[in-house]
């Protein structure tokens, strides 16, 4: 069974840290770009980062970068999220998809997506 599981999701306060993970079962993710998104409530949804397949290229949109860092972990078939200095505007429920290529924090040709994971910073 082909599946995208997130987690490390989680409550923080303003100025923590949490690592979100993306793992894919049924499947290897090498091979394919990642995408991350977030939504919160009453907005629309938001490319956060993409990494490339190679992991040799990475994207975040303006309002993470130097906050957050993506990576791969091809032995464990997972991709990774450290997000830092976390702020208000950063709790969203957080997904990871599988696409072919990065355009930006674009991720092209989207297939599998995970269930999401809530990230809420509160003070």
């Known amino acids: 069974q082909v599946q995208l599981v997130e987690s490390g999701g989680g409550l923080v306060q303003p100025g923590g840290s949490l690592r979100l993970s993306c793992a894919a079962s049924g499947f290897t993710l090498n091979g394919y770009a990642i995408g991350w998104f977030r939504q919160a409530p009453g907005k629309e949804r938001e490319g956060v980062s993409c990494i490339s397949s190679s992991g040799s290229s990475t994207y975040y949109v303006d309002s993470v970068k130097g906050r957050f860092t993506v990576s791969r972990d091809n032995a464990k078939n997972t991709v990774n999220l450290q997000m830092n200095s976390l702020k208000l505007d950063d709790t969203a429920v957080y997904y990871c998809?599988?696409?072919?290529?990065?355009?930006?924090?674009?991720?092209?040709?989207?297939?599998?997506w995970g269930q999401g994971t809530q990230v809420t910073v509160s003070l």
């Open positions: 998809a599988v696409g072919l290529r990065c355009s930006s924090t674009v991720l092209r040709g989207q297939s599998y």
